[in-house]
């Protein structure tokens, strides 16, 4: 089976990504290390055929953010993990919203209400690629973890934004991160 590539999202593909409990974000500068993180929580919305949101909720890095305002680059990868194998990727540009921008509460609408959301990425996707997938194995979901949210809401708003200020203005790499900004 040969990937495929398109230049936006079909529906075949939008309700594959609308089944998907987990997703790998993977972000880098020219000089940055690469970085790639697993997401989950119901935090990823397609809007369009070529755009997609993604809620970013806080984390022990926030590599994503800064990559993503000193280069843009993102590719965001869906694996199958029951039924047909299929790998897709998502190849495109982002910009950060933070919760103090304008355009937050328009985006954050798309999402449920969730403890520690940090940052809403805005990608602009310019190449959609399926590939065979059939060397991954098969899982069973079992449930969402609900420590990140009930961490988040015990350390309240205020807690939340000096966790921001201790553990993310800048990257490993020390690349600013604008959060607090």
Not at 91 to 109: C, M, Q, R
Not at 120 to 149: A, H, N, W
Not at 161 to 175: A, H, L, R, T, V
Request: glycine letters at 6%; charged letters at 25%; proline letters at 3%.
């Amino acid at each position: 089976m040969m990937g495929k590539q398109f230049n936006h999202i079909n529906s075949r593909l939008k309700s594959f990504i609308a089944k998907q409990k987990i997703f790998f974000v993977a972000t880098a500068t020219a000089d940055s290390r690469v970085n790639l993180s697993p997401k989950g929580m119901d935090t990823f919305k397609v809007l369009n055929n070529n755009k997609v949101l993604w809620l970013n909720l806080t984390g022990s890095g926030n590599e994503t953010a800064a990559h993503i305002q000193k280069d843009g680059r993102i590719t965001i990868m869906f694996c199958a993990f029951e039924g047909a194998p299929m790998i897709l990727r998502l190849y495109g540009t982002a910009k950060v919203i933070h919760p103090k921008d304008e355009e937050w509460k328009e985006n954050y609408a798309n999402f449920k209400d969730l403890a520690g959301a940090r940052q809403i990425f805005d990608v602009t996707v310019d190449l959609v690629q399926t590939s065979c997938g059939m060397s991954i194995p098969y899982f069973d979901f079992k449930e969402e973890r609900l420590q990140l949210d009930q961490w988040a809401n015990e350390k309240g708003e205020e807690g939340i934004k000096n966790y921001w200020k201790e553990k993310n203005e800048e990257s490993i790499d020390g690349i600013p991160t604008y959060i607090n900004d």
